[in-house]
């Protein structure tokens, strides 16, 4: 357990599948991106070369063990080429979560951004919101220090296929000192028709010394066959600022959603992010945070709702650099029929990262005899002075409090359904954005109601 | 002569193979507080439960009528919906559930039970408020989530809160002194003394006499063993206090 280094991936593995197009693609990848300055041509040649040695993880990797990314192979990998005529109108994001909400909206379908969607609030001066490969070009000086530098390539190589591939996303910048109001809402699309399609999302949120900012981010799907996202955000929080970031899942029950967000958080800085995993076949969720200044406040909330044969997996690593930090991370699984979640949370707490706070619970409700969850805490500490605290628990509904409920009148299905929703309104209630949370809890609670018949569990 | 709430006739029950109950006999009219009064292990708070309708007794004999209807056939909320409520020895912690929200779905439970409309959330605070009032508590506990982190003090108030609010024919109060100092002994009491109505009744279950120096009943027994040893009428708890529960013991009731 007390190993510092990282799982050394398995690279005595058999040739795979989809080496051949991605050598393909690799001649691609160099003539279309001619343009790009060079220092991101390098970032994406090792990534490129970092997923070539590291290939897909298999189940005999230890940070994969519980999840089977198997038949992620027999997805394209490669992004859409070509500017897809993809028919999302206004009108149909409209049945999306969100919409509503008064700030800025950036739109991507299928990976490629769709400007005709999408619409900036009034934004303080000086604060950028736009798509990515537009800032590359415009705003390279505000990109170059941060883009590719804090989601690592070594060991993951889904995020090393993303930092190969990916073609768009947003980029969000607020300057030193300015708050931006309303929530950012970064919307990502699929109408993937043909089975496989890809998209590598990339975004890179830059808030700067005392700034404040929200951001969501959803996926959502008009599609029907499975297809593949394969999402990397990178968060920059200067000193002193305040960044809530909510990723909300709900891919279509065929799709194959992975997501990397690393965050690099300053000195006295104060970042919440949200995993909330509603949808998708198979979704897995990757949480760096950095705790790279001192005295600064991590908070890492998840929710995750699973029904039929869903798999929902968080893996984090909060990384405890410097002292007087404090980390907290709440998950809560609902899992019904014989759906699956999985909790992987390790704390680092490096050498002189005194007087760490780290603290990490996962619970896991499970509404049918056949679901499972799995958890893994993992603590490396390497200071003395530190207080570092884990705990899960996989249970049932509690009787007692059934009885309880029923006994003031309240009958046993909505009593059930009462404290389930209780249940998920223990992450919800950290969301700070009141908009989206009061949103949020509307979803979480209709979707509750959806999954309801099936898990009956007499 | 009126007809009683409720009538329990020769209850026995048992709970994995082990019999708590051994035929308790107690009719209750309109009107009347009962105390029930016992040592630890003699079937009170069993009785409470049965009452109530919680799972894992198995009623070996008996029967229960409650304002003409057999009771235990009704589900716990069933029995709720027609009046009769249990004030919890531990009431249940259950976070995330907003007080006012669960009270208002509890209440107009009850309301439709009756064939009347429902009240509406600015109806029902406005309902709830009073009650409030009524009781002298704190108007955040309506904020507060269920029990949620609450002191012994204030999780028995709430139940009585409830009572308040559920307007119950029959109400059980299972040691709800249990854990009080006096003041909060004396704001509870108070709380009930509050609600006592000539057309409902109420239960009391109690270990120590001091909660009927403020609830006085008109009767108490004494449950001994799984039966009703001694019955009496407010005097009896002080000869109790007096004496023990040995001294009130007949022979035949002690076991070989």
């Given amino acids: 357990m007390n190993n510092m280094t ?13 080496e051949f197009s991605l050598n393909r693609t690799e001649l691609a990848l160099s003539e279309k991106n001619a343009n790009e300055p060079a220092w991101l041509l390098s970032a994406r040649k090792a990534g490129f070369m970092s997923f070539d040695e590291l290939g897909l993880p298999t189940l005999q990797d230890e940070d994969w063990r519980f999840t089977n990314v198997a038949p992620i192979e027999k997805m394209t990998l490669a992004p859409v080429s070509k500017p897809a005529h993809h028919g999302v109108t206004e009108k149909a994001l409209g049945q999306f979560p969100f919409t509503a909400l008064a700030g800025s909206q950036l739109v991507f379908v299928n990976g490629q951004f769709a400007p005709e969607l999408s619409f900036l609030a009034p934004l303080p001066e000086g604060v950028k919101v736009m798509n990515l490969a537009a800032a590359l070009a415009t705003e390279p000086t505000l990109v170059e220090p941060h883009l590719c530098r804090h989601a690592s390539t070594d060991t993951n190589a889904f995020t090393a296929l993303n930092t190969a591939f990916f073609q768009d996303g947003a980029f969000i910048y607020v300057p030193v000192g300015l708050a931006v109001a309303e929530p950012i809402h970064l919307r990502f699309i699929s109408t993937a028709q043909d089975h496989g399609t890809t998209a590598h999302p990339r975004n890179l949120i830059v808030a700067g010394r005392e700034s404040r900012v929200t951001v969501i981010e959803s996926y959502v799907s008009l ?14 929080a200067g000193g002193n600022a305040v960044v809530e970031h909510l990723k909300y899942q709900d891919e279509n029950q065929q799709a194959f959603h992975i997501a990397t967000v690393a965050a690099h958080c300053g000195r006295a800085s104060k970042v919440v992010t949200h995993s909330i995993a509603l949808g998708a076949k198979l979704s897995r969720t990757n949480i760096y945070a950095t705790l790279a200044g001192e005295g600064l406040e991590c908070i890492l909330n998840g929710l995750y709702l699973t029904r039929a044969e869903q798999l929902a997996d968080h893996y984090m690593i909060v990384d405890h650099a410097q002292p007087h930090g404090a980390s907290h991370e709440y998950f809560n699984g609902i899992l019904a029929d014989k759906s699956k979640g999985v909790f992987h949370g390790r704390i680092l707490v490096r ?59 309240i009958p046993r299905e909505k009593a059930r359904r009462m404290l389930i929703h209780a249940f998920a309104g223990e992450i919800i209630d950290r969301v700070r954005c009141v908009a989206v949370r009061e949103e949020l809890d509307r979803l979480v609670w209709d979707r509750l109601e959806q999954n309801q018949p099936i898990t009956t569990n007499p | 002569m009126k007809e009683p709430i409720i009538s329990i006739k020769n209850l026995s029950a048992d709970v994995e193979g082990r019999q708590i109950l051994k035929g308790v006999n107690l009719t209750i009219y309109p009107g009347e507080m009962h105390a029930i009064m016992g040592p630890n292990g003699s079937g009170k708070s069993t009785l409470a439960a049965i009452l109530a309708g919680r799972d894992g007794y198995h009623i070996s004999g008996g029967e229960v009528t409650y304002c003409g209807q057999d009771l235990l056939a009704l589900d716990p909320e069933e029995r709720a919906c027609e009046g009769v409520f249990l004030a919890f020895q531990y009431p249940v912690e259950i976070p995330g559930v907003n007080s006012t929200y669960f009270l208002k779905t509890a209440y107009n439970e009850i309301r439709k039970h009756r064939g009347l409309p429902e009240l509406d959330a600015m109806e029902f605070l406005k309902f709830v408020k009073e009650k409030v009032k009524l009781l002298h508590l704190a108007e955040d506990l309506l904020q507060r989530p269920v029990n949620f982190g609450f002191s012994g003090g204030e999780k028995k108030r709430n139940e009585i809160f409830q009572m308040a609010v559920l307007e119950p024919k029959f109400a059980i109060l299972d040691e709800t002194d249990s854990g ?70 007949p022979a035949a009731a002690v076991p070989a």
């Fill in chain 1, 351 to 409: 050498p002189g990262a005194q007087k760490t706070d780290a603290k990490q619970t996962n619970k896991n409700l499970l509404l049918s005899d056949h679901a499972t969850a799995d958890t893994k805490p993992q603590l490396e500490i390497y200071a003395d002075d530190v207080k570092c605290t884990h705990g899960a628990t996989l249970g049932q509904l509690d009787d007692e409090s059934i009885f309880y409920l029923r006994s003031r009148s």
């Fill in chain 1, 223 to 236: 599609s029907d066959v499975p297809y593949f996202t394969n999402s990397v955000t990178e968060i920059v």
């Fill in chain 1, 6 to 18: 990282e799982t050394k991936p398995n690279v005595d593995r058999e040739p795979r599948s989809t």
């Fill in chain 2, 180 to 249: 009080l100092d006096i003041d909060a002994l004396k704001i509870v009491s108070e709380g009930v003394n509050t609600l006592k109505r000539p057309d409902h009744a109420q239960l009391v279950i109690t270990h120590y006499q001091r909660l009927l120096n403020f609830i006085v009943p008109d009767f108490v027994h004494v449950l001994y063993d799984g039966r009703i040893v001694k019955s009496g009428g407010k005097e009896l708890a002080l000869e109790l206090e007096e004496t023990g529960y040995d001294g009130m013991i």
